[in-house]
């Protein structure tokens, strides 16, 4: 299972971004998806989930500004971010948990970081 991330980039404080991650492989069946972000001297933190079925679990941090959702062949994950802060500057990876594939079943799958910086 490969994961593409993509959308990061150098914002405002209050600004907006879409961050897009696209799962590839032997895919049978994947059921969760989810960014987690680490910030510089930080340990990886989650940011929001999403399982197959559209429900979403948010880091009180982000609630009421990011939101996740997937595409319509659930191979795609996006996390809208509003009104950003220079607290959210981090190192945003994507992840797919609880992943069928032809070959059996893996849990927490990476994609390489995309990087969001918010300049205050």
């Known amino acids: 299972v490969q994961l593409q991330a993509s959308g990061g980039g150098l914002v405002q404080t209050g600004g907006s971004l879409r961050l897009s991650c696209v799962a590839s492989g032997s895919i049978v069946k994947l059921n969760d998806m989810g960014w987690y972000r680490q910030a510089p001297g930080k340990q990886r933190e989650l940011v929001a989930t999403i399982t197959g079925g559209g429900v979403a679990n948010y880091v009180d941090s982000v609630k009421g500004r990011f939101t996740i959702s997937r595409g319509n062949a659930k191979r795609t994950v996006y996390l809208q971010m509003n009104a950003l802060k220079p607290e959210d500057t981090a190192v945003y990876y994507c992840?797919?948990?609880?992943?069928?594939?032809?070959?059996?079943?893996?849990?927490?799958?990476w994609g390489k970081g995309t990087l969001v910086t918010v300049s205050s």
């Open positions: 992840n797919a948990n609880r992943v069928v594939t032809s070959t059996g079943y893996g849990r927490h799958y």
